[in-house]
């Protein structure tokens, strides 16, 4: 079985500087990788990348997030990133065996913050 899945995002402008990437959730992406490329030479006009695990049995962990003793990290829905490269790697969710969670295995981007509205 192939596991992998590639996306090609080209510059559409939605009236916004940001693309957005909805990470699947499901168990069965367990053990895939996605790596993320976005150029880091920048323009005023590039657009940012939000990275999405919509769902309250997933998300992304990351060391964004560090749980209340600083000990461990804790995942978060979304991340708003752009300008290098980030890998992730799909791990099962503590909390349901029919979801996977993100974790971030490399990041050298020139942003990389916890995503709010």
Known sequence: ???NFN??????????YIVW????VSAEYIGSVVNLY???IRTRSSPNLVLAADDTQSGIVSTLKKD???????PVPRIETYGGLLQLLAV?????SAKCMWHVTYQ????FKIYEE
């Open 38 to 40: 976005d150029c880091p």
């Open 21 to 24: 990437l909805n990470l699947p």
């Open 108 to 111: 050298m981007m020139s942003e």
């Open 7 to 16: 996306l090609i995002a080209n510059g559409a402008d939605f009236g916004s």
């Open 92 to 96: 099962p969710s503590p909390y349901s």
């Open 68 to 74: 209340a003793y600083g000990m461990g990290y804790l």
């Open 1 to 3: 079985m192939n596991r």
